[in-house]
């Protein structure tokens, strides 16, 4: 299984980005995918998730969007109003059987993809 991010890039603040994250190697249409960041010198936290519905930090509620299209199986992250305290490592991950609800815990997921830089300028 691989989980291959992409779309990361220094922007301004105030800007858009959008990251892909791309599964092969099963299916993952039944279960979670979500999307974590490690900020320079921090611990890697929780962004966005999706199964039944998405699930959103606080910090980028409103402003993010997760979405997934399990034809292709890949999830994106549409990041608006981009901040410099956005600046981070973005991992997308995926859980594998039996699945689980608690969408924001990182030790649910199985399988973690290889990470992509995004830089907000200010």
């Known amino acids: 299984v691989q989980l291959q991010a992409s779309g990361g890039g220094l922007v301004q603040a105030g800007g858009s980005l959008r990251l892909s994250c791309a599964a092969s190697g099963r299916t993952f249409s039944s279960y979670a995918m979500g999307w974590f960041r490690q900020a320079p010198g921090k611990g890697r936290e929780f962004v966005a998730a999706i199964r039944r519905s998405a699930l959103y930090s606080d910090s980028v509620k409103g402003r993010f969007t997760i979405s997934r299209d399990n034809a292709k199986n890949t999830v994106y992250l549409q990041m608006n109003s981009l901040k410099p305290e956005d600046t981070a490592v973005y991992y997308c991950?995926?859980?594998?059987?039996?699945?689980?609800?608690?969408?924001?815990?990182?030790?649910?997921?199985?399988?973690w993809g290889q990470g992509t830089l995004v830089t907000v300028s200010s």
């Open positions: 991950a995926a859980q594998g059987p039996p699945g689980s609800d608690w969408l924001s815990e990182q030790h649910e997921y199985h399988y």
